[in-house]
C-alpha cells in the first residue's frame, strides 16, 4: 500500500505541473494610429489578447521574472488543487471561454437585448442557420488570436445569412460592399461572387477587423469603423480631440446606426452568455468541423454535384453560396464545401460515374453589342431561357466581349478557359429604341461609308436596304437607317446637372470606399 501511495503522490506532483500555466497577459498598443493630419489616436485599451484555448497550456520558457518550479512534499499535496481541462460543451462554450472585448453597459444595449428577448423565433431562426458556418469562424478568430465574440457579428450583418443583400447593394454574410470586397481580393465576376464565400468573406472580414483595431486601438472603435468608414470615425475622433473630449465609442458623435451597432453586439453576447437569464433557446451547435473543401478538376453543374454529393441541393447552395450559375467552372471555382461526411461519398460517386458529360454549360463571349433576342437566337436558345440563365434584366443590350452562359454541345470536351472563368464579366447597357430614318446617299457612297458616317455596322446597313456589303449608292438615293434619336436640350441640361450632384464631395456615406482608404464593407 506504501508503494501505490507514492506512486499517488508522484502522478498527483506531475499533472499539477502540466496543467499550471501563466495567465495571458493584456498587450498595449506602443505606435498610436494616425488617421490624417493632426488625429492622434489613444494608445489601445485592449489588443484582443485572449487567453491559452482550454486544453492547449500556454509555454512561457525561462524568465527571470518566474522562479523555476520546486518540488513539492507529501504534506503540502492535499492543499493544491489540478487545473480541470475539459474541452467545450459545445460550441457557444467555446465561443464564451474567448470573450475578450471589454463589455458595454448602457441604455441601448439593454433596449436592444429586448428586442431580441421579444423575438425569439427569430434569434432560432438566425442561430439554426449559423450552424453551418460558425465553427469555421471561430476557428479563424482563435487562429488569429482574436476576440470570439466577433464570431457572433454575422448575426448583426445579415443574420448569417450569406446570400443577404443590403439596399445598399452590400452582399454575404459580413456584408462587404463592391469596391471593398474587391479591396480585400473577393471576385467577384459574370459566374461566382466572393462576397458570399463563406472561406472568401470570412478572410477578407477579419483582415479588415484586424485592420480597423491596428489603426484605432479599439475594438469598439474598430466595430464603428466596420459599419460606418474608417475615415468618418476618424474624423469624429479628430473633432473630440480637439474639443478636449473622451474619444471613445459612447462618447463619438455617430449615426444612430453605428450607435446602435456594437450595442447590437453586446446585447447578442450577453443572450450567448446567458441565455437562460434571456429565457433565450439556443440550438446544440457541436465543438466539431462542419463542412470540408473538396477539390474540383472539372467544370461540373451544380445540381449533379449535389446529386454525387448526396446532399439535398439547398444545402449544397447554403455552403456555395458564391456560385450563382448552374454550373461550377473549375478554372474559377477549383473548390466546393460539402457536409464533413458527404465530401468522401462525393468523391467516390464521382470516381464511379458513368452518367456522360459533367457540365451542360459553357461559355460564349459576345463578339458585338446586340440585343438579347438576337444573342439567344446566335446560340439556339429561347429569349426566355438565355435571360433567366444569365439573370439579363428587360430594356438592355449585351455588350460586346461579355461573358454569357450558354448550353454545352455533346461533342464539346474542353472546360471553360481560366481567363474567361475568372473574370468573365456581363457588361449591359439600356437598350435604345432605334428610329427609322431617311437619308441621301453622297456622290460615290457606299455601304461602307454610310456606316462610318453615321456610325452603324456596315452588315446592318446593307440588312435594313436589302444589298450586299460591296453594294454602291447613287448619288442622291433614299437610304434607310435606324438610328437613335438625338437627345433634346432639356434631357442634356438634366443630364448635367445630374451629373454635378454626382460630381460633389465625397461625404461618408456608409459603403462607400474612397480611393485613399476602404470605408463600409
Not at 446566335?378 to 438565355?386: I, K, L, P, Q
Request: some cysteine.
Amino acid at each position: 500500500m506504501n508503494v501505490i501511495k507514492l506512486f499517488g503522490i508522484v502522478a498527483l506532483l506531475t499533472l499539477t505541473a502540466c496543467a499550471t500555466t501563466e495567465p495571458a497577459s493584456s498587450s498595449h498598443s506602443n505606435v498610436p494610429a494616425n488617421d490624417g493630419p493632426g488625429i492622434t489616436l489613444q494608445p489601445s485599451r485592449e489588443m484582443g489578447m485572449r487567453p491559452p484555448v482550454v486544453g492547449r497550456p500556454a509555454y512561457s520558457g525561462a524568465s527571470s521574472a518566474h522562479p523555476p518550479l520546486a518540488p513539492i512534499d507529501a504534506q503540502h499535496t492535499s492543499s493544491r488543487t489540478v487545473t480541470p481541462l475539459a474541452a467545450p460543451v459545445d460550441l457557444w462554450d467555446r465561443i464564451r471561454r474567448g470573450y475578450a472585448m471589454p463589455d458595454l453597459d448602457s441604455d441601448l444595449v439593454r433596449d436592444r437585448e429586448q428586442w431580441y428577448v421579444t423575438r425569439p423565433d427569430y434569434i432560432y431562426r438566425m442561430t439554426e442557420r449559423s450552424k453551418k458556418y460558425l465553427f469555421h469562424v471561430v476557428e479563424e478568430l482563435e487562429l488569429r488570436n482574436m476576440p470570439t465574440e466577433l464570431a457572433l457579428l454575422p448575426f448583426i450583418e445579415s443574420a448569417f445569412n450569406p446570400q443577404a443583400v443590403s439596399s445598399a447593394k452590400a452582399a454575404g454574410m459580413w456584408q462587404f460592399m463592391p469596391a471593398t470586397g474587391k479591396y480585400f481580393e473577393l471576385k467577384q465576376n459574370a459566374f461566382r461572387d466572393d462576397r458570399r464565400d463563406v472561406l472568401a468573406s470570412t478572410r477578407a472580414a477579419l483582415d479588415y477587423l484586424q485592420k480597423l483595431h491596428g489603426m484605432f486601438g479599439d475594438w469598439h472603435l474598430a466595430l464603428a469603423a466596420y459599419n460606418w468608414g474608417e475615415g468618418s470615425v476618424g474624423r469624429a475622433i479628430a473633432k473630440n480631440q480637439r474639443a478636449g473630449q473622451p474619444l471613445g465609442y459612447p462618447d463619438l458623435n455617430m449615426p444612430m446606426e453605428t450607435r446602435l451597432y456594437v450595442p447590437k453586439l453586446q446585447a447578442v453576447k450577453n443572450i450567448v452568455a446567458r441565455p437562460e437569464l434571456f429565457n433565450s433557446k439556443l440550438p446544440l451547435i457541436e465543438n466539431h468541423p462542419y463542412f470540408q473543401s473538396v477539390t474540383i478538376h472539372r467544370d461540373i453543374d451544380v445540381a449533379l454535384a449535389a446529386r454525387l454529393a448526396e446532399v439535398p441541393l439547398d444545402d449544397f447552395k447554403a455552403l456555395n453560396p458564391s456560385i450563382n450559375r448552374p454550373v461550377i467552372m473549375a478554372a474559377g471555382t477549383p473548390q466546393v464545401l460539402l457536409p464533413w461526411d458527404n465530401a468522401e461519398v462525393f468523391q467516390s460517386n464521382l470516381e464511379s460515374y458513368g452518367g456522360g458529360r459533367l457540365a451542360s454549360w459553357t461559355v460564349w463571349v459576345a463578339p458585338t453589342t446586340m440585343r438579347p433576342a438576337d444573342a439567344a437566337k446566335r446560340v439556339g436558345m429561347s429569349e426566355a431561357d438565355f435571360r433567366a440563365v444569365n439573370a439579363i434584366p428587360p430594356r438592355v443590350v449585351i455588350k460586346a466581349g461579355s461573358s454569357l452562359l450558354v448550353p454545352r454541345s455533346n461533342t464539346m470536351s474542353q472546360d471553360v478557359a481560366v481567363k474567361v472563368a475568372d473574370n468573365g464579366q456581363l457588361s449591359l447597357a439600356p437598350e435604345v429604341v432605334l428610329k427609322r430614318t431617311l437619308v441621301k446617299a453622297g456622290k460615290a457612297e457606299n455601304v461602307a461609308t454610310i456606316a462610318r458616317k453615321y456610325r452603324v455596322n456596315a452588315d446592318q446597313v446593307a440588312q435594313w436596304n436589302k444589298v450586299g456589303m460591296s453594294a454602291s449608292f447613287k448619288p442622291g438615293q433614299q437610304v434607310v437607317l435606324f438610328l437613335a434619336p438625338a437627345p433634346s436640350k432639356r434631357s442634356s441640361s438634366s443630364g448635367t446637372r445630374t451629373a454635378s450632384r454626382k460630381a460633389a464631395p465625397n461625404r461618408a456615406v456608409r459603403g462607400r470606399a474612397p480611393v485613399t482608404r476602404v470605408a463600409k464593407r
